[in-house]
C-alpha cells in the first residue's frame, strides 16, 4: 500500500462547477500538505500548501488538512476549461528536506 | 528568463546504452532534484543535492548517478539502460531544502528505451 493514495481519474465536470479531489495518507508524521497541478507534457507547479491541520482558500482554490483522519482535499469552485489538468497533492514530514511524497494525481476535464 | 530547464526534451535510446540529462536553474537555489515520474502519472523523488552535496538518495539502481558540478546544476547520468527506466524525468529547485520551500520544476525530460 502506498503512502499516499489519490483516485487516478478522470474527472469530468462541467464548466462552473465545483471540482473536489483528495487524498489519504498513512504516515502520521506528515505536517506539509501541498496541491500541485500538472498540465499535459509539463512539469507540475505548486497550487496550494497547507501547514498541519486547517483551512486555506486562495481565490477560486480551498485546501483542507483533517490530520485526525489523515485526509486532504482541494476544492475549486467556478472551474474553468483552463483548470483541466492533473492535480497531484504531496506531502512531507519535518526536516524531511523537501523529500516529498506524491499521490498518483487525479485528471481534472472541465467541459465547456 | 526559464527557471528551471533541462536538456534534452526527448531522448529515445537503445537498452544497454548510456546516457545523461541536465538540469539548471538560474533561481539562486540551493537546493536542486531529480524526480522520476512513471506512466501513470506517479511521481517519485530520487536524488537531491544541497549546495553541491547529496542530501536524499532514495533506492535507485546505482545505473543511476547523479552530479553537482555547482549549486545551479544537477545532471543525471544513467548506465545500461533497460525498458523500466522509460519515464518522464523532472529536476526541480527549491531555495535551501526546507520543508516550506516551494519546489519549482523543469519542463521534464521524455526517456523512451527501445
Known amino acids: 500500500q502506498k503512502e499516499v493514495e489519490q483516485d487516478p481519474g478522470p474527472l469530468s465536470v462541467p464548466e462552473g462547477a465545483i471540482v473536489s479531489l483528495n487524498c489519504t495518507y498513512s504516515?502520521?508524521?506528515?505536517?506539509?500538505f501541498m496541491w500541485y497541478r500538472q498540465y499535459s507534457r509539463k512539469g507540475p507547479e505548486l497550487l496550494m500548501y497547507?501547514?498541519?491541520?486547517g483551512n486555506k482558500e486562495d481565490g477560486r482554490f480551498t485546501a483542507q488538512v483533517d490530520k485526525s483522519s489523515k485526509y486532504i482535499s482541494l476544492f475549486i469552485r467556478d472551474s474553468q476549461p483552463s483548470d483541466s489538468a492533473t492535480y497531484l497533492c504531496?506531502?512531507?514530514?519535518?526536516?524531511?528536506?523537501?523529500?516529498?511524497?506524491f499521490g498518483a494525481g487525479t485528471q481534472v476535464v472541465v467541459t465547456p | 528568463d526559464t527557471a528551471v530547464s533541462q536538456t534534452p526534451k526527448y531522448l529515445v535510446t537503445q537498452m544497454g546504452n548510456d546516457k545523461s540529462i541536465k538540469c539548471e536553474q538560474n533561481?539562486?537555489?540551493?537546493?536542486m532534484y531529480w524526480y522520476k515520474q512513471d506512466s501513470k502519472k506517479f511521481l517519485k523523488i530520487m536524488f537531491s543535492?544541497?549546495?553541491?552535496?547529496?542530501?536524499i538518495n532514495e533506492t535507485v539502481p546505482n545505473r543511476f548517478s547523479p552530479k553537482s558540478p555547482d549549486k545551479a546544476h544537477l545532471n543525471l547520468h544513467i548506465n545500461s539502460l533497460e525498458l523500466g527506466d522509460s519515464a518522464v524525468y523532472f529536476c526541480?529547485?527549491?531555495?535551501?531544502?526546507?520543508?516550506?520551500?516551494?519546489?519549482?520544476f523543469g519542463p521534464g525530460t521524455r526517456l523512451t528505451v527501445l
Open positions: 526541480a529547485s527549491s531555495l535551501a531544502g526546507l520543508d516550506t520551500d516551494t519546489q519549482y
Open positions: 504516515n502520521s508524521a506528515f505536517q506539509y
Open positions: 497547507t501547514y498541519s491541520s
Open positions: 504531496a506531502m512531507s514530514p519535518p526536516r524531511g528536506w523537501g523529500k516529498l511524497q
Open positions: 533561481l539562486g537555489h540551493d537546493t
Open positions: 543535492y544541497n549546495n553541491k552535496e547529496l542530501i
